[in-house]
């Protein structure tokens, strides 16, 4: 008996490089090693994205209080801010109340749902959607 098979077609997947950035520094006091947390991991956004590559931007902790920081024209990392901006995917929900951060005009993050707290971003669904995560 002759048994047929049909060829198997590879199809090589094609790998988007997707990674997210967040931002843990402390925005308090804006001291030189906290600038210097957040104008790298701004920078390195920049970097991301200009390679075409798709990238968030999150904040939380402390560096929920960073964007109404980055916002005020006077600040020395707010051109920079600025070019990135699109990228930011949003502030975590519970440290934005913890911490007493103005939030306005970004979007909540709360897909982690941690007991006693309004949410965080979910870290293993940004590894699960196939993002490296880089954190400042």
């Known amino acids: 008996m002759l048994t047929y098979s049909w060829p198997t077609l590879y199809i090589k997947p094609i790998y988007m490089n997707k990674t997210a950035i967040v931002i843990l520094s402390d925005s308090t006091n804006c001291s030189e090693e906290a600038l210097g947390r957040v104008f790298n991991a701004l920078a390195t956004a920049y970097d991301f994205k200009n390679a075409g590559e798709v990238e968030k931007v999150i904040f939380q902790g402390t560096a929920t209080r960073w964007p109404e920081q980055l916002e005020k024209p006077e600040n020395p990392v707010n051109r ?8 930011v995917q949003g502030v975590s929900s519970c440290c934005t109340a913890i911490f007493y951060a103005d939030a306005s005009g970004y979007k909540l993050l709360n897909q982690n749902k ?23």
Do not use: H, M, R
């Not at 920079?80 to 990228?87: C, E, H, I, Q, S």
């Not at 979910?122 to 490296?132: A, M």
């Open 80 to 87: 920079l801010f600025l070019a990135v901006k699109d990228k």
């Open 114 to 136: 941690i007991p006693g707290t309004t949410g965080l971003p979910s870290l293993i669904t940004l590894k699960n959607e196939g993002y490296k995560i880089l954190i400042f």
